[in-house]
């Protein structure tokens, strides 16, 4: 999606905003460009591409006297072709603002035919430009840049983080937000604002989130904050602790191979601070959470998108088997929109990594509205989901730059099964499995012994497979959504058509795909008991019908090498952790066929880490 970066101090403009920039790439993009002060007026320079397409502009340019305020912004097409033209900044017709916008402007139809009437000409596509012209509508009628831009924010419908600059006031840039978030660093004579953290982390870990509805000012020495009434907003700034180096790739050649291996830690994180070394029960008690919260509570919803959606469907084996509440698991797209049968008696449970995507939100506010009380899981702190929650128990992941989610995805099933622990005793008034708590703790050591072994097997394996076109992947029970991730990650990555299945539904249809060249893998635990016999069975089908199979499988499952020789092993655990255990397999496998099939791993086409819109 969009990413913003803006800047004003006494630093060269332009090194800064194309740090941020760069910074923000990892959420998927389509052109970019700059804004900023040069001989007294406003000079964009942009283009459709890359950011080092943009560089190379700007050095064939030669802007050794750019100065701030500026902004940059990198675009990820909505309304209009990604093209030069269509790229961010947009100017109004005299050249006196210009604007970036993260969002769509839901009537921008209607604003722009009536500043069309009013003789307002457009250089582009976009509904951006809209706001440009709308703001200059409200210069024209008299009103100071603040105020005109506060009118204008009025009249839009949809979502939107802005940021502007005006020719006429140099010494401030102005920023607006409602539904896409803006963050805004601060610094010593000297300010930032982004869409997102890691733009900022090279100059500051002091920073502010805006709320809906709220606009705000910058200059170098302040920062002004104020809601949709006009009135000045005091709010305390919140410390970031990632640090620089986390959101880098630390000599692994993609930021997604480091998350990969970056699971044990994060997984450490999530568990550790929440499981009490005395009792070794689950407290949620610093999150804010108690239980009271459950009170009343006969009804669960989990609503996600994506992977966020398949760890929720791992959450409903593990609530509805400790808890015995039923759960339902739905596409946050699908909920939005239907008519769910919510109540005071339900808890909503939103699962994000963002934080920001557009549809979980919209739920989460649809369900709000019907009386539901409101958990979240995220990973990123102050993110509108987060802020917008009863309760948020934060996956302590630390920030995930691969648009592909893996470390978010672990720690979010981590948090799923802390949570079904922590019910399963102060709702159903269970104990835990101790056992189960003890090998959670132990989980991220044999994962970092594992990982690499796993990881040379499937490189030998994706060398023989790199070239299929489709794959089907089978799981049942607890190891059915792990299919489905297993199938979403390699179709997202290595643009490879893949299907997730439950294994016991492969003769309804799928069965029909087995042949030579379409690989299937397999996934089968002997944790499952009498589910591994019947996923072993099922394998067997497709065996028979001369399909070759990939079996990730529990050390020591004979009877898959007399099916093949594609085995990956995982050693034995206990069935809530077997999610966790077999996706990473998975997750290498869909990167080793990326990386031989060249394709753009961090970056893949299309697609965004944060999806703010619909
Ligand atoms: C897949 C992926 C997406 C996200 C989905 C939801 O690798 O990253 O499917 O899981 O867009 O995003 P969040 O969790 O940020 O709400």
Redesign the pocket.
Known sequence: MCGIVGYIGERKVIPVLMEGLRRLEYRGYDSAGVVFFRKGALEVVKTKGRILDLEEKLFEKCYVDAAAPGLGHTRWATHGEPSDKNAHPHFDCTRSLAVVHNGIIENYYQLKSELLEKGHFFSSATDTEVIAHLIEEFLKRGCAPFEALCKAAKRLKGSYALAVVFKKDPEALFVARNQSPVVIGLGEGENFVASDIPALLPFTREVIFLEDGEVAILTKEKVSIFNPEGKEVIREPVKIEWDLASAEKGGYPHFMLKEIYEQPEAIQHTSLGRINQQNGEVDFSADGLSEDFFKGIKKLFIV??????HAGLVGKYLIEEKVGIPVEVDLASEFRYRNPLINENTLFIA???????AD?LASLREAKKRGAKVLSIC?VVGST?ARESDVVLYTQAGPEIS????K??TT?VCMLLLLSFYMQKRVAKREPDKNELEALLSLPGILKKEMSLWHEKIKEISKKWYFAEDFLYLGRNILFPIALEGA??IK?IAYTHAEGYAAGEMKHGPIALIEEKVPTVVLAAKETGIIYEKTLSNAEEVASRRGPLIAVVSKGAEEFYKLTQDVIEVPLTVKVLLPILYVIPLQLFAYEIAALRGCDIDKPRN?A???TVE
């Open positions: 996600a998108c994506g992977t966020s959606f699962i994000s990594q963002s934080g920001e995507t979980t990973n989901i648009v592909a989610s893996t978010a995805f979010q979403l990650k997202e697609l880490k944060s999806v």
